[in-house]
């Protein structure tokens, strides 16, 4: 994913108007309507600027777009492969499931690839990831 798209993404959510229904949930509070008991009700029509500063958007949106990223995926290939040689299976687990993990890994891998189709891979690898 291009710098560009990603601050394009994060300005349009933060231009984006919150839908009517909108609860917000872990402790937050919001009332949409005020001064409803007055000659003069109204009501609070929040944008995405009201839920998370840019900086956060941004974290947000890097965080989604890392799933796309095949330098992303190839690190958590990796990753996946590491954790396997730190805690090998059993030796009778093992032997039950040896060909279904290395079909598994297979497809792993054949998704990685399918993914990286199209991409320059000297690109991909030297791409920054970001952490949420």
Do not use: C
């Amino acid at each position: 994913m291009k710098e560009e798209q990603i601050k394009s993404m994060v300005e349009r959510f933060l231009q984006w108007k919150l839908p009517e229904d909108f609860l917000p949930d872990g402790g937050i509070s919001f009332k949409s309507e005020f001064n409803e008991h007055t000659a003069h009700p109204m009501k609070h029509e929040p944008t995405g600027t009201n839920l998370l500063t840019a900086a956060q958007a941004e974290a947000m949106i890097r965080f989604i777009t890392d799933e796309f990223n095949p330098a992303v995926n190839i690190q958590k290939i990796a990753d996946d492969i590491q954790a396997l040689k730190l805690h090998p299976a059993p030796q009778g687990e093992y032997n039950a499931g040896y060909h279904d993990a290395r079909y598994d890994a297979w497809l792993v891998v054949q998704n990685a690839i399918d993914d990286a189709i199209g991409t320059d891979p000297a690109a991909a690898l030297s791409t920054p990831t970001s952490q949420p």
